[in-house]
């Protein structure tokens, strides 16, 4: 079989003591797309923060196995080199390190020591990842995400994930705050990669991303846990009838972490 | 506090110094007035730094070097300072005291253009020299410390840029302090006449791990009316160097002076960093880095005082420090009654990379007029485990990841020095102290 696999297994994370996911179960193999769908609250950016190893997410039950290695024993740079990438939803800003600088050492990073890239091709590569995702040039010379717009910063992370090229993606709300144009272009990124060595796990809780986007499989979280699962038409639902229904069918009341046991 | 220690060195010592050097009448009286002085003077008193029992008078006072005839006689690690693909037109090593190279270009020479040793400069152009030295900016009396700079002078760089004339080409100065026991009394005087511009560039340099001495610089730079200076430098002593660095601009009428300094020093240091913006819509950009290691004590301060009406100055101190070594970074916005419209603003950043260094930034702002702008912001903290956390989940290491934050942390001041070579050797500097 082509690709990886990622597989979540009844993951339990706190932060700060207070207990955020209540069980995950996900697996996730090369060539599928799985779209997380969610009201606000339900504990869908924690999963992707504690799958990359966050520091303020604590792991206290459960597994995740990639290709059947306990990514939770690794170190974030050590996730990153096994294959895992996670686009994030507020990336950090690094003042006096160009971006380029750091595209060029995050992939010299998965390469390995020797087999480092050309600087020629290295730009190259970059060049026509700009391009392709419609990004300014300048952008490189530019201090890592500081500064950057919303729109700027998520086609910044998209273009991380056209060079980085990893083997299983988490998209955590790549789409917030996009108008229409930059959502296709970051779509378009995204779609560029499909194939069956690609995992990707796309976190969001609107529709219309998936309109460019379409998911193998749909899952949503209520109260820190999938509480139903199916294909793209599940997300179609979701769009004309909201998550009411839902809620109904497995007698909800409040979706969101906070419940009470 | 009256001072104990006795300085080695007499009237008869400096009266002899000086007429070796075949001074001037008034340099002779000067120095002499200035010993006077530093006996009932005190040493300077700089915030949350006692440097009463900091060496400043052990030292021996003179030490000649050699001439060299090419640049590739050099060590490597002064052939580091200078672009070698682009040979520097505008050069000028000292060698503990001796002038050991000096070019500048014809075509500078040709529109007066001055770029010589302090003595050379005393000999050739005593007027003005005597115009500018320790007049408009660093005053003899300010404390024991200044008054035995001007005593003691032993070396140093007169710039002159006539007016209108503007140097597109840096003037590139390295001090190179040879002898592991001899001290720099060095003198910096940098005029640039209305109208005029020029960027400048200093590297300070000694490998004197172990012998104790002295580094007492004063620098002056002076902007007149409509004139722009940008002023760059590296100071790299050792660890027996006691560092005393005073550089003081002063910005006439529409006047601009720029700092990029690069506070490298691995002794006990007092560096003030000073700028009088004293004409209307003077403007001075005064940037600084530092790395403390070891047990260094260092003591820096970014002071820019506004007496010009709409006169700007803007303050960035970034410090990196890690071992045992303590640091104060004082940032001072003044702005006097009358500068009606200035704005002051400064930034004081300090990063910890160890439980046992201190830091501590003091942004400070005194202000005795209403109708002005000021801000400030100050920071003293860890390297953000957020950022790591980023950058790490793009498979850098956490080493690699923490080196990128530092190097970055210090890069505004590193990208702003305008020669490549003195760029990538504060890089290396930055890199050998902070791994």
């Known amino acids: 079989m082509a690709g990886s696999t990622l597989e979540i297994k009844n993951l339990h994370v706190s932060i700060e003591d207070k207990e955020i996911l209540k069980g995950v179960d996900l697996t996730i193999k090369g060539g599928e797309f799985h779209a997380v769908m969610g009201p606000n609250g339900t504990g869908k950016s924690t999963l992707a923060s504690a799958i990359m190893g966050h520091p303020k997410y604590e792991i206290t039950e459960g597994s995740v196995l990639l290709d059947g290695e306990d990514v939770l024993e690794m170190e974030v740079d050590e996730r990153a080199r096994a294959g895992l990438f996670l686009a994030m939803q507020y990336p950090s800003e690094i003042s006096g390190v160009t971006t380029s600088d750091f595209l060029r050492s995050s992939i010299n990073a998965r390469r390995g020591e020797g087999n480092e890239i ?87 809780h609107y529709q219309r991303l998936l309109n460019y986007i ?48 | 506090m009256t001072v104990e220690t006795k300085l080695p060195y007499d009237k008869e010592y400096i009266d002899q110094f000086s007429k070796e050097r075949n001074e001037p009448e008034w340099m002779l009286e000067l120095r002499l007035q200035a ?117 003691l002078m032993n070396g140093g760089v007169f710039v002159y840029v ?21 001290a720099l009394f060095n003198h910096v005087l940098v005029v640039a006449d209305e109208g005029s511009s020029l960027t400048y560039v200093e590297n300070y340099f000694s490998h004197n791990e172990k012998e104790a001495t002295v580094a007492n610089v004063v620098t002056e730079v002076i902007a007149q009316d409509n004139a722009k200076i940008s002023f760059g430098a590296v100071d790299n002593f050792a660890h027996g160097t006691t560092a005393y660095n005073n550089r003081r601009g002063v910005a006439y009428r529409d006047a601009t002076v720029d700092w990029a300094l690069g506070q490298m020093n691995d002794g006990n240091t007092v560096s003030e960093n000073i700028t009088h913006l004293v004409g209307e819509n003077s403007l001075s950009n005064a ?109 850098i290491t956490q080493e690699e990841a923490e080196r990128l934050i530092i190097h970055g942390f210090l890069a505004p001041v590193v990208n702003q020095l305008p020669i490549e070579a003195v760029k990538n050797q504060l890089t290396q500097v930055i890199e050998r102290k902070v791994y």
């Not at chain 1, 970059?126 to 500064?147: F, T």
């Not at chain 1, 990669?193 to 796309?202: K, M």
């Not at chain 2, 506004?306 to 970034?318: A, D, R, W």
């Open chain 1, 118 to 204: 050309s600087l020629m091709n290295f730009i190259k590569e970059m060049d026509s990842a700009l391009d392709y995702l419609d990004i300014d040039k300048n952008m490189a010379q530019r201090y890592l995400n500081e500064g950057f717009s919303g729109g700027e910063k998520k086609r910044n992370e998209i273009l991380q994930l056209l060079l980085l090229k990893p083997e299983i993606a988490i998209l955590d709300e790549i789409d917030s705050g996009l108008d229409i144009d930059a959502l296709k272009i970051v779509s378009k990124g995204i779609n560029r990669l499909r194939d069956e060595n690609f995992g990707c796990l796309i976190i969001t």
């Open chain 1, 214 to 261: 379409t998911p193998d499989k749909v899952h949503v979280m209520m109260q820190g846990r999938v509480v139903k699962s199916g294909g793209p038409e599940l997300a179609k639902r979701l769009e004309a009838e909201g998550y009411e229904w839902i809620k109904e069918e497995l007698g909800i009341e409040d979706e969101t972490v906070e419940q009470k046991a």
């Open chain 2, 35 to 151: 010993l006077e002085q530093a006996d009932a003077l005190e040493l300077p008193k700089p915030d949350k730094t006692k440097i009463g029992k900091w060496n400043f008078s052990q030292f021996k006072h003179t030490a000649t070097g050699a001439a060299i005839q090419s640049l590739k006689e050099l060590p490597n690690e002064l052939q580091e300072f200078l672009d070698q693909e682009n040979a520097p037109e505008n050069l000028l090593i000292q060698r503990n005291h001796s002038v050991a190279y000096n070019t500048l270009s014809k075509e500078l020479k040709d529109k007066g253009v001055i770029f010589t040793d302090i003595f050379t400069a005393l000999q050739k152009h005593d007027d003005l020299v005597k115009r500018y030295y320790m007049k408009d900016a660093v005053s003899i009396d300010e404390h024991r410390l200044t008054a035995l700079h001007a005593a």
């Open chain 2, 162 to 182: 006539p007016k209108n004339v503007e140097v597109e080409v840096p003037l590139q100065t390295i001090f190179w302090q040879e002898d592991p026991e001899v």
């Open chain 2, 287 to 395: 940037k600084t880095v530092s790395v403390g290691r070891g047990d260094q004590t260092q003591n820096f301060t970014a002071k820019i005082v506004h007496f010009g009406k709409n006169s700007e100055g803007y303050i960035l101190q970034h410090g990196v420090m890690k071992d045992k070594s303590t640091s104060i970074f004082n940032g001072i916005g003044k702005i006097e009654h009358g500068a009606s419209k200035a704005n002051a603003e400064q930034e004081s950043r300090v990063l910890m990379l160890s439980e046992k260094a201190r830091g501590d930034a003091n942004p400070i702002l005194l202000i005795d007029e209403d109708d002005v702008t000021a801000g400030h912001a100050a920071s003293v903290g860890r390297v953000d485990p957020i950022q790591l956390y980023y950058l790490m989940s793009r498979g």
